[in-house]
């Protein structure tokens, strides 16, 4: 969200001299907060909101934490006026309006505006009589012109009611985490299992008394009050006492019990049950009460964020991966968005701006709206905490507030008849989940009966409702179960269904254990042995939703599942059945609390049976490593999070906008090019490789050596420009052999460490061969390109170059014989490295270039003598451009902050020469090349429609 400064320019000018206050108040502050400062939470924007207290408040920008009192032009802004019987100032008017909401949700900032002029009140900085008259600061319209970033506290967000919350719910999460491992060592069997569920029930049930106490749900501090003053030995019994009460009604209890009476009765089976509670120290009761209880404002927290803090704090698997994590509420829009949250909002807003309708037909397209709204049917395969279903829940809630305020025309109603709503509201009974962690699926429960709660007080300031809060009549249907091997139908029948959505494990094909290979292997057969953990939720939804081919879904992954050898296995079969892709998030980086954890880079992809008009896909700037600790060393940031979208018409496996075609590993190439083939692996143990300080020390006492020692060049070595040596001796002789006893005992180190190694491996077959590197049959004399198999993604093109065989290409270059110069010009080109993009696999975001799937696949240009002869000489004033910095290494001249002007140009006169040799237009861009080079690909390799690769 930034300021922009023309539009602001525009904006003064169009309302100098303008305004009145009951006709243009909406439409000033609409345009104001759009236009000017790119606020991008204008749904969130309340205009002539009813207050309990009598009156209206002009503009309240909730998720900002501001709220506006508007008057017409030319009013005094210091003069009272009668309100309620009582004379007020703007300042004392707007005042009152913010004290009477609710403490969660009064807001910090005040603005009082006569649309001339702007004055701005931080309730931080003093109270009402600290400001009457002096305000924090001062504008007028004409000085907003010039200086947009006066209001630039709306888009800051550190202000943000969800930043807020995100800080408390971490805040509170670090505490729980303490009282959980303080209460964890008060235990008689603090590792058995038994132990370990009773004490997160524990944790379950006292944070849900916390926000109960500080939301209005209990007595104020009646948590805090039972148990403060009670001696240490009596909390565990206390406890117990209270829980029981909790789940009993209010007219079976003891009535002469009167240390309970204030708790209502919850029910939902939160409080269900005796688990054991183990004793409390005085330091552990200290940390409850004076730093969980009273130092966190529990109603603040985010029960989306809260949910994910919550489980990964207290479980001990996801501790010991790195500690506290959470799914980011951007993050679950990224995916709730696309999928049914934008058609929503869209559809809500054309009913408003529909032209032509009277009140009645409008009426009733809103009634229509909602009754949809609570039909609507969710299910999270994979819902750990709880976190998807708990925003989709909260957002189902604000849309139908919207109807029901809409429905009231913003007047405070006290019955959904009032309102000609149907009694039937959005409910958790619509929320279906399966989770394999019996932790998670109580942490996803409680999590969600605080979202009703916290929705049920955001309601009660729209519509005076009277809901009672207690007991607890409805709730989510979360199944404990492997959703594997679980049939989905047994917990939400696919005919019931409307959406499918969820953040499957991240789990690489290397790293998955025995039971999760089996859950594989019964999906797809031996045909997924290359596939991730998430494509096994792929598959079970599609099966799924054949009950009911209406259904949408939606899953993050990880993007290995869109490269290289992973989208074949994985769309083949899934387009056949007759999916189709709708939308996509290409690869960005997946949000996690857990500072030391690597980054998961990930894309999210919408898919069903049913095909949209219109589809869509977002790129990211994806920030790297690299790039965060370059960004830490310069004192600056990147952008990174924030997605561009594009219209596209179709999507295929590897989220490009091309036709349905699956790049399989093919031995040689598709065009009559030259082969590409791996360099050397040294399987050696390291005797057979030296480095610059081996090779000087070995040659001072071993100088006849020396014609056997050849430069080596692995991806890190030829990037870097580093240097490397091997001992080189395929045509050593025995006797010279015999006179070199420091390559002798190298070699004969070799033959040791290879016999040691498994005998059904490499290293141990070239034991009878130990002066040799494993060998290539490829390899000739001569010059050849290099191609590093992995090349950092910062980079748009991935750096090739020649060298002669007298240096040895390790194993993680890859290299083309006797290659040419024009083989070089197409190979460094936009055009090429699209296509690399596009195919290749990735070692986390960085590119992994293999000859089996992006060389030999790769559709060369049918190119005319005279397009090539131009490729030859733009390749050549590549090599020129780079021979201006000799002593550059190919990693800095390629880096995209420090490329050089001249090399730059160079490539992009190679990338304008390869583009006309495949009759594209000089300014094509990625998506448009890898669409056309897909285009060629299928015509070269389908025999029938479907059927190509």
């Not at 997160?200 to 805090?224: I, P, S």
């Not at 949809?372 to 809630?397: I, V, W």
């Not at 932790?439 to 009672?468: P, Y």
């Amino acid at each position: 969200m930034v300021s922009d400064l023309a539009a602001a320019r525009e904006f003064a000018a169009q309302w100098a001299g303008k305004g009145y206050e009951k006709g243009e108040c909406q439409k000033f502050w609409t345009l104001l907060l759009h236009d000017v400062l790119g606020y991008e939470r204008m749904e969130s924007v309340r205009f002539e909101h009813r207050v309990a207290g009598g009156g209206f408040i002009d503009v309240w920008i909730r998720d900002a934490s501001v709220m506006v009192e508007q008057k017409s032009l030319g009013v005094d802004l210091d003069a009272p006026e009668m309100r309620q019987g009582v004379l007020k100032t703007p300042l004392a008017q707007v005042w009152d309006y913010a004290e009477d909401l609710p403490r969660t949700e009064q807001p910090r900032f005040l603005v009082t505006c006569n649309f001339g002029e702007f004055r701005v009140y931080d309730r931080d900085r003093g109270g009402r009589r600290d400001l009457e008259g002096a305000p924090t600061f001062a504008f007028t319209l004409a000085e907003l012109g010039e200086h947009p970033e006066y209001l630039g506290f709306i888009i800051d967000p550190i202000n943000s009611r969800l930043e807020k919350e995100k800080q408390v719910s971490i805040q509170a999460g670090e505490l729980v985490g303490r009282l959980h491992d303080g209460l964890l060592a008060q235990y008689l069997e603090p590792d058995a299992p038994e132990t370990r569920h009773a004490l997160n029930v524990l944790c379950v049930r006292l944070v849900f008394c916390l926000y109960c106490e500080d939301a209005g749900l209990f007595q104020k501090d009646a948590f805090y009050r039972y148990l403060k003053g009670v001696a240490p030995a009596d909390v565990r019994p206390r406890l117990k006492l209270l829980f029981r009460a909790l789940d009993t009604p209010v007219e079976r209890r003891d009535p002469y019990d009167t240390t309970l009476r204030e708790f209502p009765y919850v029910n939902g089976g939160l409080f269900a049950g005796d688990f054991e509670i183990p004793n409390f120290s005085p330091e552990l009761l200290g940390l409850l009460l004076d730093e969980v209880s009273r130092a966190v404002d529990w109603s603040q927290i985010s029960p989306t964020i809260f949910g994910g803090i919550f489980e990964s704090t207290l479980n001990p698997e996801t501790r010991r991966a790195g500690g506290m994590h959470y799914t980011s509420p951007e993050n679950i829009h990224k995916v709730i968005d696309p999928l049914f949250l934008d058609d929503l909002k869209a559809e809500l807003q054309a009913i408003g701006d529909a032209e032509g309708l009277t009140p009645r037909q409008r009426t009733n397209r809103y009634r229509a709206f909602h009754e949809r709204l609570c039909k609507m049917r969710f299910l999270d395969p994979a819902s750990g905490s709880g976190n998807f279903l708990t925003e989709t829940y909260l957002q189902l809630r604000h849309l139908e507030d919207e109807v029901l305020s809409r429905l009231n025309a913003g007047q405070t109603a006290f019955s959904l008849a009032e309102v000609g709503a149907s009694v039937t509201r959005v409910s958790l009974d619509q929320f279906y989940g399966i989770e394999i962690n019996d932790f998670a699926v109580k942490v996803s429960e409680a999590a969600l009966w605080i979202s009703r709660l916290k929705a049920n007080g955001e309601t009660e300031m729209l519509l005076a409702l009277g809901d009672d809060d207690f007991p607890l009549r409805e709730s989510a249907h979360i199944v404990q179960a492997n959703a594997l091997t679980l049939d989905w139908n047994t917990v939400l029948p696919a005919d019931q269904c409307s959406y499918v959505l969820g953040n499957p494990p991240f789990i690489g094909y290397s790293r998955l254990d025995g039971a999760q290979k089996a859950d594989r292997l019964a999906i797809f057969g031996k045909v997924g042995g290359v596939l991730d953990y998430v494509a096994c939720w792929y598959r079970k939804a599609a099966d799924y939703m054949r009950g009911n081919r209406e259904i949408q879904a939606a899953f993050v992954s990880t993007n290995s599942i869109v490269q290289g050898q992973q989208v074949a296995p994985l769309w083949r079969g899934l387009f056949e059945s007759g999916i189709v892709l709708n939308f996509a998030h290409r690869t960005f980086i997946w949000a996690n609390e857990a500072s030391d954890q690597a980054h998961v880079y990930c894309v999210i992809i919408g898919f069903s049976y049913t095909e949209r008009k219109t589809k869509y896909v977002w790129d990211y700037a994806v920030k790297t490593d690299e790039d965060t600790a370059r960004d830490a060393t310069l004192g600056r940031a990147r952008r990174g999070g924030v997605g561009v979208r594009h219209e596209v018409n179709h999507l295929n496996g590897y989220l490009a906008d091309a036709p349905d075609v699956f790049i399989d590993k093919r031995t040689k190439p598709l065009s009559a090019m030259p082969s590409m083939t791996y360099g050397f692996k040294p399987a050696d143990g390291g005797f057979l490789l030296l480095s610059p300080e081996d090779r000087d020390e070995f040659l001072a006492s071993e100088p006849d050596a020396e014609k056997w020692i050849c430069p080596f060049v692995t991806a890190k070595e030829f990037i870097s420009g580093k240097q490397r040596y091997c001992l080189w001796l395929p045509e050593i002789t025995p006797d010279q052999l015999a006179a070199l006893p420091k390559v002798r005992a190298r070699v004969q180190a070799c033959r040791q460490w290879r016999l040691e190694q498994v005998q059904t491996g490499d290293a141990y077959k070239l034991a009878d061969r130990p002066h040799l590197l494993r060998p290539t049959s490829k390899f000739k004399e001569g010059i050849y390109i290099v191609i590093p198999r992995h090349s950092s993604e910062r980079r748009k093109y991935v750096p090739l170059g020649f060298l002669d065989s007298q240096t040895i290409p390790g194993d993680s270059v890859s290299i083309v014989p006797n290659a040419d110069i024009y083989l070089f010009g197409v190979l460094m080109s936009q055009t090429h490295n699209a296509w690399m993009r596009a195919v290749a696999g990735r070692l986390k975001s960085d590119y992994r270039y293999s000859s089996d799937i992006v060389y030999n696949n790769f559709v060369w240009p049918d190119a005319a003598p005279a397009e090539r002869e131009r490729i030859e000489q733009s390749a050549q004033g590549i090599l020129e451009a780079r021979a201006h910095y000799p002593d550059a290494s190919l990693a800095t001249l390629y880096d995209p902050d420090l490329m050089p002007v001249e090399l730059r140009a160079a490539h992009r006169e190679n990338d304008r020469a390869v583009e006309a040799a495949y009759g594209l237009s000089a300014d094509s861009d990625e998506a448009g090349i890898v669409s056309h080079l897909f285009a060629l690909y299928a015509t070269k390799t389908c025999s029938t429609p479907g059927k190509c690769g």
